[in-house]
């Protein structure tokens, strides 16, 4: 009876992992896309940080323009009646606080508005304006009496983080910006560019 070659264990135990590793290449990259391709709100509600505003308190985001100091029933504001004067949103890194009733008027334009408590240390807020400059639709500021280290808002939406390497500050971004304002496409160049929670009507036929 002739001798069967001996199998090529090497091998086979090779070309199991070349096909494992493609069978999780191609897994991997059907999910990415699937979460990709879900509505952004949907996103926005499928991480764990995140308070939906627009699902449980739709009344409190109108869109009226008022002048003068306002009061927002959340701090800091994901939205509501605002100046008619918006913050500059077009990537810019305040170094100080600013006025709700301006930020919520960036809000409705679709932009995200990345706040942190004042003693945050430097890398970590270093770390947050990598997000945010640069970066049309997108501005930060320091705030005071938050009740978490880091806070994101956009229309409608909050996410609270306690490190600025936390991947959800991402995510929010990608699926907030320029989607989840009701004024989708309004400018963020052109607004108000000094710091200050003394609101400032300096546009009063503004968008």
Known sequence: MPTKPPRQWGVIGLWTTVG???????GYAAFASWRGARPWNDRLTGLAGVTDYAS?????????HKSGPLTYEVTPSVGGSH????????????????AAEHATHSLEHGAVWVTYRP???ADQVARLAEHVRGVDFMFMSPHDNLDA????QAW??????DDAADEQIRD???????????EQGAPCPGGITAT????RDLNPQGS
């Open 20 to 26: 494992l590793a493609t069978v999780l290449i191609i």
């Open 56 to 64: 449980t308190n739709p009344a409190w985001l109108t869109s009226a």
């Open 83 to 98: 100046n008619s004067s918006w913050q500059n949103c077009a990537g810019d890194v305040y170094d100080a606080p600013i």
């Open 119 to 121: 003693d945050l240390p």
């Open 149 to 152: 280290a880091i806070s994101l």
């Open 156 to 161: 409608g939406y909050r996410l609270t983080v």
């Open 172 to 182: 929010f971004i990608g699926a907030a910006r320029m989607k989840a304002g009701p």
């Open 196 to 199: 200050g929670t003394t609101p």
